[in-house]
């Protein structure tokens, strides 16, 4: 006895079909942008656009940042915020990578907004925002609440920030912000345009750095080596606190 032979099970459905009369191949999902690579796209940009404007290649070393903050300078007089807020992002992210690189750091963000990336030190306890730092860099002067530069920088933060003090009261003399306001407060002042350079926050961040590992060994402290879990709950303390602000 004979049987209609139907459709075999493993037939596609005519209703997935392309006009070809081929399945459609599945979407690849790509995995989520880490922050590191947000940073590497962002430096590749950078090192582009010194080359276009100064026939010049970026070598990761200190003194590049002489170039970086040259060209940073010629768009001094740009009010235009996407342009800044684009520039100040690829430059600093060049920054914050030659910092990483020369003193050891590790980068946090969503992978998606520059403006959400934050460096933070491997053998110090500090934190602060390459980009934030690099638009100042590009402005020349430190930048205050309700400049129209900011429009596109919500908590605006250039600072360099240390272990949070103590919430249940004044920190003594011992505790490292305060030690090391004092020790850096020692040193001459520099001109606000220097000041705000890239070279100087370099080597402010490297002096800091050399005088809190110094300081530990006299005291006889063991290196240390910080993870991003030992940063998060400061980062949080100090959002909270700039908000509330």
């Not at 970086?68 to 600093?92: C, K, M």
């Not at 596109?152 to 505790?175: I, K, M, N, S, T």
């Not at 705000?196 to 240390?224: F, I, K, N, Q």
């Amino acid at each position: 006895m004979s049987h209609d032979r139907g459709p075999s099970d493993d037939a596609p459905d005519p209703s997935n079909l392309d006009v070809t009369g081929r399945a459609p191949r599945a979407k690849r999902i790509e995995p989520p942008r880490t922050a590191q690579q947000l940073v590497d796209e962002l430096v590749g940009l950078y090192r582009e656009q010194v080359r276009r404007a100064l026939s010049s290649e970026l070598d990761d070393s200190p003194t590049s940042l002489a170039f970086v903050d040259h060209h940073l300078s010629t768009a001094s007089d740009e009010g235009r915020t996407p342009i800044l807020s684009l520039l100040a992002a690829s430059g600093g992210a060049y920054y914050g990578e030659l910092v990483r690189q020369h003193l050891g750091g590790m980068w946090i963000g969503d992978g998606k907004d520059p403006r959400r990336l934050r460096m933070l030190m491997r053998h110090q306890f500090i934190y602060f925002s390459p980009i934030d730092q690099a638009l100042e860099a590009i402005t020349g002067e430190s930048l205050q609440p309700g400049d129209s530069r900011l429009a596109d920088f919500d908590g605006f933060d250039p600072a360099f920030r240390l272990r949070p003090v103590p919430q249940d009261g004044e920190p003594g003399e011992e505790h490292e912000s305060v030690w090391l306001s004092a020790r850096l407060s020692e040193l001459p002042p520099l001109p606000e345009t220097q000041y705000v350079s890239l070279t100087a926050r370099y080597e402010t961040l490297a002096l800091m750095h050399e005088m809190l590992a110094t300081r530990a060994a006299a005291r006889g402290d063991s290196p240390c080596s910080l993870s991003l879990e030992d940063y998060l709950e400061a980062i949080a303390s100090q959002t909270q606190d700039q908000a509330t602000d």
